[in-house]
Antibody, heavy 121, light 107 residues
Framework: EVHLVESGGGLVKPGGSLRLSCAAS????????MNWVRQAPGKGLEWVAH????????HYAESVKGRFIISRDNGKNSLFLQMNSLSDGDTAIYYC??????????????WGQGALVTVSS | EIVLTQSPATLSLSPGERATLSCRAS??????LAWYQQRPGQAPRLLIY???NRATGIPARFSGSGSGTDFSLTISSLEPEDIAVYYC?????????FGQGTRLEIK
């Protein structure tokens, strides 16, 4: 059974940094592209970043480009999101999600339960 | 950026009724459109991919249709557990984008 479990969320001050992790199990991790998607309190879904199975390709939303870095460690079945220069607008639940096998850019067929990131002074 | 516009914003129906949710794209996305269900307090769940294909384990009462710029998600007979926000998503081009969501309420 596919499982995705995020960790590393918490409270951080504006301008600070945080690193999210996502532990994957139940599938051949290096065979799948992975994404981060976020959801601000009471708002809709916003795609954040994408990484290919081999890490050769990454893509970012304009709102996080230059501040966030998506990466993965296929040997440890783990996905990461390094978030720098955080601001209030980055406050959200961050979900890691698996891209369906033949999907390229999507769809996202499995999601974690989410990690809450709160940016506040 | 491809903008997805969902309508209506909120839909209130009774159990057993048919629900039709719409998603319109600002430019053609072919059939590269997915639908997700997000129940209160839960992560999103994939319902439909490539416009009309049900994801694994999704009940047959959920169906998707459309191509190009106009898409629909239909729930043939509402169940109480269908209370959720439904999002469409396109994967034709970067950035991947979501619609703003339709909230489905059960009377």
């Amino acid at each position: 059974e596919v499982h995705l479990v995020e960790s590393g969320g918490g409270l951080v001050k504006p301008g600070g940094s945080l690193r999210l992790s996502c532990a994957a199990s139940g599938f051949i991790f290096n065979g799948y592209n992975m994404n981060w998607v976020r959801q601000a309190p009471g708002k809709g879904l916003e795609w954040v970043a994408h990484i290919s199975g081999s890490s050769a390709t990454t893509h970012y939303a304009e709102s996080v480009k230059g501040r966030f870095i998506i990466s993965r460690d296929n040997g440890k079945n783990s996905l990461f999101l390094q978030m720098n220069s955080l601001s209030d607008g980055d406050t959200a639940i961050y979900y890691c999600a698996r891209v369906r096998a033949d999907g390229g850019r999507g769809p996202l067929d499995y999601w974690g339960q989410g990690a809450l990131v709160t940016v506040s002074s | 950026e491809i903008v997805l516009t969902q309508s209506p914003a909120t839909l209130s129906l009774s159990p057993g009724e048919r629900a039709t949710l719409s998603c319109r794209a600002s430019q053609s996305v072919g059939s590269h459109l997915a639908w997700y269900q997000q129940r209160p307090g839960q992560a999103p769940r994939l319902l439909i991919y490539d416009a009309s294909n049900r994801a694994t384990g999704i009940p047959a009462r959920f169906s998707g249709s459309g191509s190009g710029t106009d898409f629909s998600l239909t729930i043939s007979s509402l169940e109480p557990e269908d209370i959720a926000v439904y999002y469409c998503q396109q994967r034709t081009d970067w950035p991947v984008t979501f619609g703003q969501g339709t909230r489905l309420e059960i009377k």
